[in-house]
């Protein structure tokens, strides 16, 4: 009898202990691996923060018709931050201890991303693929967060060589939004300035401005033959209309959030010739991750309410990693599994350009492609740079 009892007290402490083990890997169950992202929803870039889920939902549905990963299915939550740090902060904890997230995926924003870095830290939280191209997420390192994205700061390095090689006597301005943001922005340029001993004429403005007659009309006094918009997607189309307006064409370029291919199609004839750059393949491009892309918007999504484009295409792309690192991660699904997998990450999904991440560099690929608006069309017109 006392044996009995015994291996009933042993079996009943090992259904503890597992369950105990269970408890110690939020967000994951048998079924289901829930994960967390913060969009602005209704702030000054709420389109793209239905863009970006969106397009990750494509993928996510299509690994989820296949089964999911180990017979779970991703579901994601979407908290709105509306462009706002302190909002970010409060959004990213709701997740965390409310929801009980896996991990956080796609935070969009500079300010916003940036906010969230001491919380991840606390809670030893996985940032995958923030929506952001600020060199900061991934230089100096940081230990929770994976860069899918070219930082601004090599952006600009990128566009001012590419500038001085077509006009070694260019004047070169740059407009950019005073935050986050654009503080990369303007370390690339310092770089590129100490490279080439030369300076950047430059504009700032507020986020969520929308006059910029008074930086355009700065430039043209300058004398600025080419333009450089650190912005998202209003401000280009804004900033070139006022220009054509004002009388003033320089070439115009911009940095990767400028590459929506609204930007073309909103400026009309003054957006003709603008150049920006890209850290993916273009979403309608012939690459194995636009081609997928295409085929999952056809076979998923309804084109009335989730256009084909760039941030949707964006939201695809950063899936697909985030998805890969997952399978790497195990069966046995926890968070040190997940950063395991992460810290060695060797990706080849062709939804970016090739890259990997180790323990010592959670970085991009460090490249663009220059694409320019020609005949109201976005075209490629250079290799992958960096």
């Known amino acids: 009898m006392k044996l009995k009892m015994s291996l009933v007290g042993i079996t009943i402490t090992l259904l503890l ?15 289901e691996i829930l994960i967390g992202n913060i969009q602005d929803l209704s ?19 299509y690994i989820n018709d296949q089964g999911g990963i180990y017979g779970r299915k991703i579901r994601m939550l979407v908290e709105d931050h509306q462009y706002n740090p302190q909002k970010a902060v409060a959004a990213a904890k709701k997740l965390i201890e409310k929801d009980q ?14 906010a969230i870095i001491p919380i991840l830290e606390e809670y030893k939280i996985p940032l995958v693929a923030p929506a952001t191209q600020s060199g900061t997420m991934s230089r100096p390192l940081r230990r929770y967060i994976f860069q899918t994205d070219t930082g ?14 077509q006009d070694k006597n260019a004047r070169i301005g740059l407009i950019y939004q005073d935050d986050n943001y ?15 001993k030369i300076t950047l004429q430059k504009e700032s403005y507020q986020r969520g401005a929308s006059d910029f007659s008074g930086q355009v009309g700065n430039l043209m006094k300058g004398g600025a033959t080419h333009v450089i918009i650190a912005g998202i997607v ?5 900033i070139m209309k006022t220009a054509a307006a004002m009388g003033y064409r320089p ?22 010739g603008y150049i920006a750059a890209n850290f993916a393949p273009l979403w309608n491009s012939d690459a194995p991750g636009p081609v997928l892309y295409r085929k999952l918007h056809d076979k998923y999504a309804d084109p009335k309410t989730l256009p084909l484009g760039m941030y949707s295409y964006y939201g695809f792309a950063t899936a697909t990693v985030l998805v890969e690192a997952l399978k790497n991660a195990g069966k046995d699904l926890t968070r040190a599994s997940f950063l395991q997998a992460l810290n060695s990450l060797d990706y080849k999904g062709g939804s970016f350009p090739d890259f990997k991440w180790t323990r010592t560099n959670h970085g991009s690929s460090g490249k663009v492609v220059l694409v320019q608006v020609k005949n109201g069309k976005q075209v490629e017109i250079s290799d992958w740079l960096d």
């Open 17 to 31: 202990v597992g369950c105990a083990k269970k408890e110690l890997t939020p967000g994951v169950t048998d079924t």
């Open 43 to 61: 702030g000054p870039m709420k389109e793209l923060g239905y863009l970006l889920p969106a397009g990750a939902n494509l993928y996510f549905q």
């Open 101 to 114: 997230v896996f991990c956080l995926y796609q935070v969009i924003g500079t300010s916003t991303s940036e």
């Open 152 to 165: 601004y700061d090599k952006q600009m390095n990128v566009l001012i060589d590419y500038i001085l090689r």
């Open 182 to 196: 654009g503080a990369n922005a303007l370390k690339g340029a310092a770089e590129a300035e100490a490279r080439h």
């Open 234 to 238: 209003r401000e280009p189309i804004i």
């Open 251 to 272: 070439q115009f370029l911009g940095l990767s959030p400028t590459m929506d291919h609204r930007v073309a199609i909103a400026a009309g004839p003054a957006g003709e």
